[in-house]
């Protein structure tokens, strides 16, 4: 039933609260520290390993720009020392962009582990930064590769168009 006498069928009011946000308080609940706990060793694992992948993959890029030919002695039929340097320059460009999403990670959870162990709010206030920049990197490079897909699209459009056309001729 409602609180007012004169309307039983108005829907009931609550209170509005002066207390602030726990935000503004400075505070963490122990749920939060447990999920921030949690998953700091993760983020640092997946830091660590994206390093290592990157390092691995700077190696097979490396391989490429010199050659698999001048490293093996094997001649691999069909791939010529141009086509390698273009595979090892594509790979160094992934290399540029797949780092700063690791160090974002790596840092996160560094940072994380730090604020546990010092209840420290500026090592907080840095991963919570390095969270930001790593999911701001992924928006933009999600941005960037929508706009590649568009062109692909109009491109493939165009090219499927005048494919028609001088197959129709």
Known sequence: MSDNP?????????????????TAQGALTETML????????WLR???????VMLGLYALLGITMIVGIQNITGVQIPGWSGVMGIGVG???SGSLAVLFFPMLFVFRFGRKIKQYIHT?????LE???KNNKSLWQFIGVLFIISLGFTAMMVLFGGIAAIIAAVVSAV
């Not at 447990?34 to 060793?41: R, V």
């Not at 694992?45 to 390093?51: L, P």
């Open 126 to 128: 840095q991963a919570l």
């Open 34 to 41: 447990f999920y921030l706990k949690g998953a700091s060793p």
């Open 119 to 123: 209840g420290n709010e500026a090592d």
């Open 45 to 51: 694992f997946v830091g660590i390993a994206g390093f």
């Open 6 to 22: 004169e309307n039983p069928y108005e829907s009931p009011r609550a209170e509005i609260s002066s207390v602030k946000p726990l």
């Open 89 to 91: 320059l594509v790979y």
